[in-house]
């Protein structure tokens, strides 16, 4: 858990009670946090990635391979306390990556035409604008075309991709959360708004009707 206040994050594990205080130095700006890390911009638009040593005192690593006149436009937490998404924006195109929070590397993943790609994420593979890729890929490994479904992007838990809340039903049959891979399944017949990735990898979802 993470709380801001001014140029200082507050850090708290929610099951241990571990914490930890990170200080954001002066000409940083805040843009987002995941697990025991913070990310900053400064002054010239270089990204840099905040943690602790002992808890207090703050160690400071520069991003390294994010795309010199790239502008990011949206930060995104997922399924992991070890990369964080950043979605950018370059030559008119819109890209999705992931920054490496134990050694600051950036690598780009999937690129497109979509403005604000539906994405999610965990330690395994990256599903940004209805194209998936694993992490750990190759060099110059391309992303896998999804077959596209009017369902929302909810999660990636392991390698299967949950879908749900579609904008219509097909007739005779109920909306559902589902989980894509090699199979396609129901996961809950039926489950209400808040679906989302938790830090371990896995996805909250509740169940109804509600009772």
Known sequence: MNTRDGQKVWQKHRSTGATATVTIPT???YRSAVGWSVLTMDGTGALHVLRTVDGTLTVDTPVTGFPAGARPVLYRTGGSVSRLALVYALDGRTSVGLVDLSDGAFRTYVTGDTATPQLAYNDRRL?????????????GAEPTALTRTDAQLEAVVGDQLLLGNPMFGTGGTEAALTARSLLTGTVLTSSFDGIGPTLDGGALATEGPST
């Open 27 to 29: 000409g940083q700006a």
């Open 127 to 139: 599903v940004a604008d209805r194209k998936a890729i694993r992490v750990d890929a190759g060099p």
